[in-house]
């Protein structure tokens, strides 16, 4: 059964850092291109970060560009994506999810995780 | 970017009837080379995750009840859902996958009237 399990969520200032994990089981973890995507309180899914299989390829929305970094540790089946620079228009549930398939750097989603809350608050 | 609209923001169905929500994107997500074209939906329950429900506009994912179809090309999509039960209350959204960043529709909020 695929499984994927975030953490790292929490209150932080504004201006501070985060550093979200994602813990993926029961698939073949290296074989596929996987994602961030954040929902705002009571809003719409927004796609935040893309990163293929092997690491040497990484995409970004344009209101992350050099803040946030997507990682992942394949040997651990592990996803990261660390946040800088934090401003309160980050205050999202940020979800990983595995791309089914991927036209370039553009894939749908077809595992999802639970979810993990970060508010950015003074 | 492609921006994604949805119609209507809201709906309030029977159970048992028939629901139908709107999909537009700004421009078209068919892919010549292949005709296929690369559009998904999902559904999301409260507290929950979105939940993939079709790919490639009308392809149902595995496990997902044949109640639910996708349907059109181009620009225009549809989700139907051909009789409506009470455990499809949920956001239903619309994403093109065509071209990165990979964008949503702003979700439609469907319930039972």
């Known amino acids: 059964e695929v499984q994927l399990a975030e953490s790292g969520g929490g209150l932080v200032q504004p201006g501070g850092s985060l550093r979200l994990s994602c813990a993926a089981s029961g698939f073949t973890f290296s074989s596929y291109w996987m994602t961030w995507v954040r929902q705002a309180p009571g809003k719409g899914l927004e796609w935040v970060a893309n990163?293929?299989?092997?690491?040497?390829?990484?995409y970004y929305v344009d209101s992350v560009k050099g803040r946030f970094t997507i990682s992942r540790d394949n040997a651990k089946n592990s996803l990261y994506l660390q946040m800088n620079s934090l401003r309160a228009e980050d205050t999202a549930v940020y979800y990983c999810a595995r791309a089914g398939y991927c036209t370039n750097t553009s894939c749908y989603y077809d595992y999802w995780g639970q979810g993990t809350l970060v508010p950015v608050s003074s | 970017d492609i921006v994604m609209t949805q119609s209507p923001d809201s709906l309030a169905v029977s159970l048992g009837e028939r629901a139908t929500i709107y999909c537009k994107s700004s421009?078209?997500?068919?892919?010549?080379?292949?005709?296929?074209?690369?559009l998904a939906w999902y559904q999301q329950k409260p507290g929950q995750p979105p939940k993939l429900l079709i790919y490639w506009a009308s392809t149902r994912e595995s496990g997902v009840p044949d109640r639910f179809s996708g349907s059109g090309s181009g620009a225009d999509f549809t989700l139907t859902i051909s009789s409506l039960q009470a455990e499809d209350v949920a956001v239903y959204y619309c994403?093109?996958?065509?071209?990165?960043?990979?964008?949503f529709g702003q979700g439609t909020y469907l319930e039972i009237k």
């Open positions: 990163i293929k299989q092997d690491g040497t390829e990484k």
């Open positions: 421009q078209s997500v068919l892919y010549s080379s292949n005709n296929k074209n690369y």
């Open positions: 994403q093109q996958y065509y071209s990165t960043p990979p964008t």
